[in-house]
């Protein structure tokens, strides 16, 4: 009998894998390949990381390579593969400014691209090392430099759509992130990016709405991409209040916490908190630790909130401290009344802060990586060229003048 059990057992639990197995390999049979390859249309803001789900492949297949066009039917090709050695790429190891070939990963087949740049636009292709093709997005990443931010509690409103005869130019909204802050009064925006509408649009690119692409696609003709150019991305911001949800302590954090308010113990933070030094004169740039371009970030000095109605970059051009759309807190040319602590909020909770202490004086180890040491080399540079320019030309001159004198005069 024990036997036997065991027999009926074992058949029973390779049976289970053996189903378990094939509703794995099934999972790609739910979508299926199309016989004529379209391509996907997506848009997305300058710093923003985005995944490309690779929808669909033969059973056979195993593993997937991307590749990317900047134009349909170019001979230029840049293949993405996580193959052969390299490394997965993490987004906060990513810099800015970096080429997109250290700055994708593949992840379960998707694509993952961080801190995309409006250069990343074009098409990207799920196939093979073969060069099959199973499934294809147009990526349209659309630039910040320009975006308009509109403030509701201010009154104002958001760009009017465009009509250029059959082509309709409009913003398209995202979701309103969640507030910044709690407990006092915070805000929360979303973000709208440029679409169109038009009937003369290529029909091999797949379209959420009939005839509605972004202005960037390269579904769009090149001269009506020339007309919604001058259609910048949008920022809409409104003022929000919610409550914060209370922590229990219990136990041991509970007496710790009173015993810190008696004063017993030293200060305790309730976030943790970075110290840094910095020169007087010198500009800083401070980033939230894991906040993206499209989260809730908000920014505090002390007692001091730094709302984006009076502190976005682009609201007054001779700001010295600004955020910038990609919740980074600037602070240019240092002085002495910037010390304190800096705070940070993303989606709503407050996660990090930052001490930072200005030094008047003191000895600063110049390096190439400082955009200020760069700068200043230079304009040395320049201005050596520049003498050397107008010592060269007064020698010119003084030797033609010289030659015009020692020649001999021919005229009668």
Request: proline residues 5%; glycine residues 6%.
């Amino acid at each position: 009998m024990n036997l036997a059990h065991t027999t009926v057992l074992l058949w029973v639990w390779g049976s289970l894998q053996a189903f378990e197995i094939v509703e794995k390999e099934n999972i790609f049979q739910r979508t299926p390949c199309p016989a004529f390859l379209m391509f996907d249309n997506a848009a997305y803001l300058a710093d923003m990381s985005f995944e490309l789900p690779c929808h669909c492949k033969p059973e056979e297949v195993s593993a997937v390579v991307w590749y990317y066009q900047k134009h349909l039917g170019s001979s230029h090709t840049k293949v993405l593969t996580d193959f052969d050695g390299r490394v997965l790429t993490e987004e906060s190891q990513v810099r800015a400014g970096s080429d997109m070939l250290v700055r994708f990963s593949i992840r379960m087949f998707s694509l993952l691209v961080f801190r995309a740049q409006p250069e990343d636009s074009g098409l990207y292709f799920c196939g093979t090392r073969k060069g099959d093709y199973f499934y294809a997005y147009d990526v349209d990443v659309q630039s910040g430099e320009g975006m308009v931010a509109t403030f509701k509690d201010q009154g104002q409103e958001p760009f009017a759509d465009e009509h250029h005869g059959s082509l309709h130019i409009f913003t398209t909204f995202w979701e309103w992130t969640p507030c910044d802050r709690c407990g006092v009064r915070g805000e929360q925006w979303r973000i709208g990016l440029c679409y169109l509408q038009s009937p003369g649009l290529s029909p091999r690119y797949r379209k959420t709405l009939p005839e509605v692409v972004s202005c960037g696609s390269q579904a769009v003709p090149r001269k009506l991409r020339a007309q919604a150019r001058e259609h910048t991305p949008e920022l809409l911001v409104q003022s929000c209040v919610v409550p914060c949800e209370k922590k229990v302590h219990e136990g041991v954090m509970a007496i710790l916490s009173y015993v810190s308010k008696v004063g017993s113990r030293p200060w305790l933070p309730q976030v943790p908190i970075q110290f840094h030094q910095q020169r007087l004169g010198h500009g800083l740039i401070i980033s939230c630790p894991g906040a993206r371009p499209e989260h809730a970030v908000a920014w505090d000095k002390d007692r001091q909130y730094f709302y984006r109605t009076q502190y976005l970059r682009g609201v007054n051009r001779s700001m010295r401290v600004f955020i910038d759309h990609g919740n980074h807190l600037h602070i240019r040319f240092t002085q002495l009344s910037d010390r304190g602590i800096y705070y940070c909020w993303r989606q709503g909770v407050r996660v990090a802060g930052l001490r930072l202490s200005v030094m008047s004086r003191g000895r600063y180890r110049a390096s190439f990586s400082d955009p200020e040491t760069r700068s200043a080399v230079e304009l040395t540079l320049v201005g050596y060229l520049f003498i050397t320019a107008v010592f060269v030309t007064i020698h010119l001159c003084r030797c033609c003048c010289y030659l015009f004198r020692c020649c001999p005069n021919f005229s009668p």
